[in-house]
């Protein structure tokens, strides 16, 4: 499946391995495909969906409701609540079971991952067709959702591979092993935006590692996960080593996190959230026996910086896709672009135009561009944003959608002109279909601008010069640099994905040291000059 290139040259040799192709949706059998998928789960939707604690159905008396945000009035599922106690019951289980799940091989963990991913290969379109409905999410957003769930099995899988096989450094008479141990038991909180992907990639690489999993996905995404975890448990992992916990974040949060036998918490989400996170996993309980360690993705504000000389054709198409994407709903979406003088007019002119042309509808239409918002809190806080947009800026384009409001969460594109830097459209990360256009007299100006906010995800550049772009690269301050391309749509090993300041704690998600966020180096050092001779086995003691 995999191998090394030996001609790297540093300590992290290339993993050669396959990424999982999106499907083309402009070829008829894919269509179909599809759409039947589409009809069997709405078939399908209104299901229940207990907790997973130690292999077990587990009831509870509150309950999360799912709800299509393309219909607001249909129910897709409804999926247990967890307690604190479920919490703790998680986590003794995950604990306990850590014991024996430590001692598997990497190669047969590695197994495991690559059941998973065969497992979402077969059910693509289905699994697609949930987050369709649960998530709001236009056929192509859905189906490389599944596919970067895939990559992120087969890439960790092929990573902790390279990582079983232990490092020797031995010299005469001493023979030295660097290898590593897992840490412990692991919560995983994800985010309703990638609710397969981004869940499947955090579970998937705490379980590689011999760690044990408490999946909390969130409280939008609760069907999704349950499909998740039918398919960990279908692929033989053992009762124990992942459970189910959906949940209120504000109730089941803090007995997940601040427990002392937790080792890691790997989280997706906002600042907010994020930093709540890493203080109280900073608080130490008497109990503990190790730090907590914190991976957190926290969100960006991410700019797109138009170059006076820059194709603006090629421009507005990366932009648009950036920043309206399912619906701008993505951590590294553009949600500023800063334009040079002399292209300002001409590239706001040709941005209208272009977003105008985008279609905007229920997220089960093939021909939807522009799909729902994920729910009702969502929508008041984005039309919030909107609004001081109207009182402070030139709105350029903004359709009213309608009937559509009616429907389901539904906002149009909306595009603002004469930005001011240090405004809250420029400044806030409003995750939703709003971009602020801001204009620079020179590219000091534009880099100043672009990196003027406390985020630092991702960012791009159009440009035609070798120079401009050459200073892009050590100028602009974010984790994942996108030249002449749109700054979405990282892909599993080409693009390692995570930024710093304010985006992140920790490195790369699909990148080559991911795993080792939750693993433990060991280092062995044996002597081997010995004197004499072991007896041999069967020798009696004298």
Not at 119 to 125: A, C, D, P
Not at 402 to 415: M, N, R
Request: proline share 5%.
């Amino acid at each position: 499946m995999s191998e090394r290139d030996e001609s790297a040259g540093n300590a992290y040799a290339v993993i050669h391995f396959q990424n999982e192709p999106l499907t083309d949706f402009s070829k008829a059998e894919n269509r179909d495909a599809m759409k039947e998928a589409l009809e069997e789960v709405a078939s399908d939707l209104g299901g229940e969906y207990p907790l997973v604690i130690d292999g077990k159905a587990v009831d509870t008396r509150s309950e999360i409701i799912s709800r299509n945000p393309s219909k607001k009035d249909q129910i897709v599922g409804t999926a247990a609540s967890a307690s604190a106690d479920h919490a703790e019951e998680a986590i003794e289980v995950a604990r306990r079971a850590f014991r024996q799940w430590s001692k598997v091989s990497a190669q047969h963990r590695a197994e495991y991952l690559e059941l998973i991913a065969a497992e979402m290969r077969n059910r693509r379109f289905e699994l697609a067709a949930w987050m369709v409905y649960e998530c709001g999410k236009p056929w192509a957003e859905a189906d490389g959702d599944v596919a970067e769930a895939i990559d992120f099995c087969m890439y960790y899988a092929a990573c902790m591979r390279e990582l079983g096989v232990p490092l020797q450094c031995d010299y005469p008479g001493e023979e030295n092993s660097y290898w590593y141990r897992p840490r412990g038991v692991a919560v995983v909180i994800a985010p309703w935006n990638f609710p397969l992907a981004i869940l499947t990639g955090m579970t998937a690489a705490a379980l590689v590692t011999g760690n044990t999993v408490i999946m909390k996905p969130a409280e939008q995404s609760p069907v999704i996960a349950a499909k998740l975890m039918e398919i960990i448990r279908d692929a033989g992992i053992p009762d124990g080593v992942a459970a189910y916990l959906p949940g209120v974040g504000e109730d089941v949060g803090p007995a997940l996190v601040g427990s002392p036998d937790v080792d890691i918490i790997a989280f997706t989400g906002s600042r907010e959230v994020g930093l709540s996170i890493n203080r109280l996993a900073s608080e130490t309980d008497p109990r503990q026996t190790s730090v907590k360690r914190v991976v957190a993705e926290m969100g960006g504000k991410n700019a797109i910086i138009v170059d006076d000389d820059a194709d603006l054709d090629e421009a507005v198409q990366g932009v648009v896709q950036s920043a309206f994407g399912f619906s701008g709903q993505k951590c590294s979406a553009c949600s500023r672009v800063i334009v040079l003088e002399d292209a300002y007019d001409a590239f706001v002119e040709r941005l209208k135009n272009a977003v105008e042309s985008l279609s905007v509808g229920p997220a089960e239409k093939p021909g939807t561009d522009v799909g729902p918002v994920i729910d009702e809190v969502a929508f008041e806080r984005i039309n919030d944003y909107i609004a001081v947009g109207k009182d402070e800026c030139t709105l350029v384009t903004g359709k009213d959608v309608g009937k559509l409001a009616q429907q389901g969460y539904f906002i149009a594109p909306h595009v603002f002109a004469d930005v001011e830097p240090d405004s809250r459209l420029a400044q806030d990360e409003i995750f939703g279909p709003v971009l602020s256009v801001l204009r620079a007299g020179d590219l000091d100006e534009a880099f100043d601008i672009a990196n003027g906010t406390e985020y630092a995800l991702t960012g791009g550049m159009f440009s035609r010069s070798p120079d401009n772009l050459d200073r892009a690269k050590h100028e602009l301050f974010v984790g994942n640099l996108y030249l002449n391309r749109g700054i979405t749509g990282a892909i599993v090993q080409r693009h390692p994905f995570g930024g710093f300041r304010m985006s992140g704690i920790g490195t790369k998600a699909g990148g080559p040291d991911y795993l080792l966020q939750f693993l433990l180096p060991v280092n062995v050092t044996e002597n081997t000059m010995r004197r004499g001779f072991a007896p041999a086995p069967d020798e009696e003691k004298t």
